[in-house]
């Protein structure tokens, strides 16, 4: 069975820390590129960051860059999101997903399977 695992939110003061993790079971992980979104209350679903299969391709929206980074382990299918220099603004449930394409996307169109989400809160 294809399964996407999320685990890591929490809360978090404003200018704190938090890492997401991503585990991938049922898929061959190395070829998919992966994606991190997020949902915040009364909001549509938002980009984040995507990496490429081997890793060395990211790219973050603009509200996360420099503060956030995406990463993957191969080895141990799974996909990571550092989050640094937190704000209130990104507290979400936030999603991984993968996706057939090397370097991943930023359109939820480019994605196949989905995680269940985990909420991350900032506390400002």
């Known amino acids: 069975q294809v399964q996407l695992v999320e685990s890591g939110g929490g809360l978090a ?4 820390s938090l890492r997401l993790s991503c585990a991938a079971f049922g898929l061959p ?3 998919y590129g992966m994606g991190w979104f997020r949902q915040a209350p009364g909001k549509e679903r938002e980009f984040v960051a995507r990496i490429s299969r081997s890793g060395d391709n ?3 929206s603009y509200s996360v860059k420099g503060r956030f980074t995406i990463s993957r ?3 141990k299918n799974t996909v990571y ?4 220099s937190l704000k209130a603004e990104d507290t979400a449930v936030y999603y991984c997903a993968c996706g057939p ?3 991943g996307g930023t359109k939820e169109a480019d994605y196949d399977v989905w995680g269940q989400g985990t909420q991350v809160t900032v506390s400002s």
Request: charged share 15%; proline share 0%; hydrophobic share 30%.
């Open 101 to 103: 394409t090397r370097i």
């Open 29 to 31: 992980f190395s070829r």
């Open 13 to 16: 003061q404003a200018g704190g």
């Open 73 to 75: 382990d191969n080895a």
């Open 81 to 84: 999101l550092q989050m640094n």
């Open 58 to 60: 990211t790219y973050y």
